[in-house]
């Protein structure tokens, strides 16, 4: 098993910038793929990006296509999702994920397994 904790939410203004952390441990992080999902207040959780285990490969939601950079540091077994241009409708709870899976990288919530408590960013316009 592996836990996830994030952390790096708070409250921004429009067109600003966040960057979130996603600290892993137990289980090598290596052997995950790693996701970002968000959940706004009365919508259903959606997926925003997900990366592979060496880290060389990305795949975004095209609501965040261009704004957003996912990458991760195997060697501190942390990912981080750097937000840039912020708006309004990227207000939500964001929670990382992780699933074992090889190559492949997952857009579906059901297909990642293990999930952290997710951390709230705000962006007022």
């Known amino acids: 098993q592996v836990q996830l904790v994030e952390s790096g939410g708070g409250l921004v203004q429009a067109v600003g910038s966040l960057r979130l952390s996603c600290a892993a441990s137990?289980?090598?992080?290596?052997?995950?793929?790693m996701a970002w999902l968000r959940q706004a207040p009365g919508k259903e959780r959606e997926f925003v990006a997900t990366?592979?285990?060496?880290?060389?490969?990305?795949v975004y939601a095209d609501s965040v296509k261009g704004r957003f950079t996912l990458s991760r540091d195997n060697a501190k077994n942390t990912m981080y999702l750097q937000m840039n241009s912020l708006k309004p409708g990227d207000t939500a709870v964001y929670y990382c994920?992780?699933?074992?899976?090889?190559?492949?990288?997952?857009?579906?919530?059901?297909?990642?397994?293990?999930w952290g408590q997710g951390t709230q960013v705000t962006v007022s316009s």
């Open positions: 994920a992780a699933g074992a899976y090889g190559s492949i990288l997952p857009r579906k919530i059901s297909q990642y397994d293990y």
């Open positions: 990366i592979s285990r060496d880290g060389l490969s990305t």
């Open positions: 137990g289980r090598t992080f290596t052997s995950y793929t």
